[in-house]
């Protein structure tokens, strides 16, 4: 017996209380409203009937026990309600025997020295098409109509009469619902999480209403460890903590909210592929085919997709046969129904969710499919970059530790940035944002996080680029760290540089050093910190959290002003006094050298056939590089696509603590594709000049090649992941939706939905149209945002996609709030659909409810 000694409350029965702990289970419920006031314990077991449990009686509830419980609620019936076997083998116990049965298991309780209060539930109805359909072929034919349980349900609630005990009338609750037939079953039997709701409800009725002493309610009930503690969450005011135990987590009003809807659209779609309100394995195969494009689709494909909705899945017996429209519609909003393509990137198909292996090393990477060839060089895809990856705040004054580094590499970031300085002490290395008042951490520790997090999610290299401070000793002893951490991980050309890039397949689960030939750190000139505002480059606070709106840049020509912590970045590669006090074991490091070289723009520009470099530009250099130099930036395919296609900011490098506006959001979305393993093919047309000789030129009028569709249906989630005065104090939110796409400039537009008011499941069910005359750099954007009549609209959710990984058919997206890590149950469905060139991608996708045509 563990402590503190709380009320016990004891569900005796067969399966239907057994499986009452799932997800949604009506004990699951129980437990949870009545935490921290009483224990709730299952004994439960599947195929036990009124006989049995006489059997086991003093077993379970002996009398002298050393803790007798509160309150024993009682469920048999419905095993017992089943025809006879020819065999006389079997679950079922005649009417008669049955109410002697219970009779003993009431007078038993009631004999026990401290007697517990009890509730018996009668037996619930059953869906006898859904039970046939759903019975396993190893179990004989199963006997258990609706009228048998009524029999035995009247034979319960006549004898809780007679020996005054409370009872739950489940045979009648649950009807009283008109979809009950479909929605309160997974197998025709058992309760689905909607039957559940109903014998929660009931339950608490009871207890509600019932005169006992002491009370069983709730909120009569003595509550454990309510004392205010400094451990809780800290108060917005930062001065006292919130005690959550004090928080009241209204059961009924909840339940009150009525359930979301299936759109009218939705309804037909599901009644053109079901008959008599059931969609089979075959209609269902045949969406999947027809629908949702999942052309090889088979029947056990089908039957996977309803394993997966399946409460049941542990239970061999019964295997769900068919859908309902409810069940259906919980398909399409479900984590298995994502608009990427399944056949491109990341493995979330119908039926390739519920087969995935769990891997407890990269559970991420086991989601994901690589399906960019991978065996061109480096220089051919767009890496998933971080800028001061160790930074846990801004970058004046915030803590600089491996945290961010870890968060990052697991979010699929294959770059990390690591800033070395000396320690004060001068005989070892830190890594901090130099010049500035960030606390520092020790580089030998991000080492290690880094070597036991970069290969997680992706297999695919990790380059550390360092901006380095260091003297000669210290750049020694960084050798030293470097080698003995990451050993054979470590790929190193030795003395000879590289004349071509290798590719990410032949460096799988490598690391690469990358860095400049470094200058005196003594040399170093201290920066004044100005409290001028928001760093250039950012959005003020006015902006909101979501930040600017992103639209095609403009750059003046004639700025020359630098941001005020951007680092000198002089002609160190070309500067031999720089090479020669480089330490010898370090510079063997170095696989990939970076500097500008001397002259300007254009000759930073320049290709040596005998070198490969990285070039570092400041956001200001490149959009003005952009604008000048637009030709040979394509030719030198090292830059940024987001700034090719004119999308204002610097997304070259992802700084995750710089704010979590649209740019980031872009930056995200862009490398979900190719599985999220943090590289994604450049298009050909980057990478190769055209038919002329002539270079892409994304300002310049293309003919548009698809059109993409997106049908905007309907949202939900908000009301359980926001507090419900979040929005509006005195009423639900408005909710409104952006759509649009982020891309070349003839491309780039949003669009917005009608605001609906009051209403926390918005259905908008509106369409929209997008030409795209470059999909290949085109990325979807939805935001979610709350109309406020006086002060700026709130921020509600946002996702981006790429376009070319949106795959045909109905599909559900969760929505991301301010961080990119921090993903709640808001969904958002949605039909996606690309025409007009059938060969560029797969058409139709539904997200939040929408769907996507192209």
Known sequence: MVGPTRPLFVLFGSSIVQLSFTNGGWGAILSDIYSRRADIISRGYYGWNSRRAVQVLDTVFPK???????????????????????????PHVPLEEYIENMRKIAIHLKSLPQQPRIIFLSCPPVNEVKLRENLSPHVSEIVRTNELCRLYSDACIELCRELNVKVVDLWTSIQKREDWLNACFTDGIHLSSEGSKVVAEEILKVLDEAEWEPSLRRDSMPIEFSEDSPYDLVAKDGKTTINLSKVCFCFRRRFQLAAAEAPEDIKA???????????????????????????????????AVMDSLNELKNLN???????DVASFFRYLFADINSPLNPKLGVIFSSFDWWRFVYDDEGLEFSLKRVHHAMDAPLSHYFIYTGHNSYLTGNQLSSDCSDVPIINALRNGVRVIELDIWPSATKDTVNVLHGRTLTTPVELIKCLRSIKEHAFV??????????????????????????????????FSPGHEALREFPSPESLKRRVIISTKPPKEYLQAKPVEVKDSGPNKGEDSAQDG??????????????????????????????????????APEYKRLIAIHAGKGKGGMRDWLRVDPDKVRRLSLSENELQKAVLTYGKDLVRVRNISWLILSDLQKGLAENNTQRGYGRSLWLMHGMFKANGGCGYVKKPDFLLKPGPHGEAFD??????????????????????????????????????????????VPGDAV??????????????????????????ELALLRIEIHEYDMSEKDDFAGQTCLPVSELRKGVCSV???????????????????????SEDFLSPTCYIMLFEITL
């Open 269 to 303: 779609l599901f009644n053109e592929y079901s008959e008599n309100g059931v969609m089979g394995l075959d209609e269902l195969r045949r969406f999947l085919v027809e629908v949702q494009k999942e052309e090889n689709a088979t029947v056990e494909d089908a039957q």
């Open 457 to 490: 999610v992706s297999e695919y290299p990790v380059v550390i680029t360092l901006e380095d401070h260091l003297t000669p000793d210290l750049q020694a002893k960084v050798a030293e760290m470097i080698t003995q951490t990451f050993g054979d991980m470590l």
């Open 317 to 323: 017996v019964f295997h769900r046969r068919s859908l």
């Open 64 to 90: 002298d026990a050393a803790t007798y419980p509160s309150l024993v609620v009682v469920y048999f019936g419905g095993n017992d309600s089943m025809g006879p076997h020819e065999s006389g083998l079997g």
């Open 814 to 836: 969760p929505f991301i709030r301010k961080r990119e890590i921090s993903i709640i149950l808001l969904s958002f469905l949605c039909d996606l659909s690309l025409f007009d």
């Open 545 to 582: 959290p979501w930040g600017k709106e992103v639209k095609s840049f403009k750059v003046n020509i004639d700025d020359d002003k630098d941001d005020d912590l951007e680092e000198d970045d002089e002609e160190y590669e070309e500067d031999p006094k720089s090479q020669q006090n480089t």
């Open 698 to 743: 994304p300002k310049a009028t293309l003919p548009i090649k698809v059109t993409l569709r997106v049908t905007v249906y309907m949202g939900e989630g908000w009301y359980y992941d926001f507090k419900k005065t979040h929005f509006d104090a005195y009423s639900p939110p408005d909710f409104y939706a952006r759509v649009g796409i982020a891309g």
């Open 750 to 775: 949003m669009k917005k939905t009608k605001m609906l008011e009051d209403n926390w499941i918005p259905n908008w069910d509106e369409v929209f149209e997008f030409p795209l005359r470059v999909p």
